[in-house]
Nanobody, 124 residues
Framework: QVQLAESGGGLVEAGGSLRLSCTAP????????MGWYRQAPGKQRELVAA???????NYADSVKGRFTISRDSAKNTVYLIMNSLKPEDTTVYYC??????????????????WGQGTLVTVSS
């Protein structure tokens, strides 16, 4: 089973910053998109930010200008720097990776993998 390693969540005061990290195993290569989603209780999971292999980024309107997504392709790692955090940013954040999974012999299959989630809490 393929697993992503997430880290960086925690408790911060409003206006503060956090950095989330997510690393995919080397068995996932040719990664097309890495992103972060969040899901509040009772609500649908929503895209926060995503970045493609060529560096194209996409952000939710609610985080534009505050959050920055980046990736280190050599390390299969994506980062989300969250500045000017607000109490409404409080929820669980999930890493998402779309890529090709190397297992056994070719042809290899495309996969979408989710992280286990990391909790971000912003106090007012």
């Amino acid at each position: 089973q393929v697993q992503l390693a997430e880290s960086g969540g925690g408790l911060v005061e409003a206006g503060g910053s956090l950095r989330l990290s997510c690393t995919a195993p080397a068995s996932i290569f040719r990664i097309n998109v890495m992103g972060w989603y969040r899901q509040a209780p009772g609500k649908q999971r929503e895209l926060v930010a995503a970045i493609t292999g060529d560096g194209t980024t996409n952000y939710a309107d609610s985080v534009k200008g505050r959050f920055t997504i980046s990736r280190d392709s050599a390390k299969n790692t994506v980062y989300l720097i969250m500045n000017s955090l607000k109490p409404e940013d409080t929820t669980v954040y999930y890493c998402n990776v779309l890529g090709t999974y190397r297992a056994g012999v070719p042809p290899y299959r495309n996969v979408e993998v989710w992280g286990q989630g990391t909790l971000v809490t912003v106090s007012s």
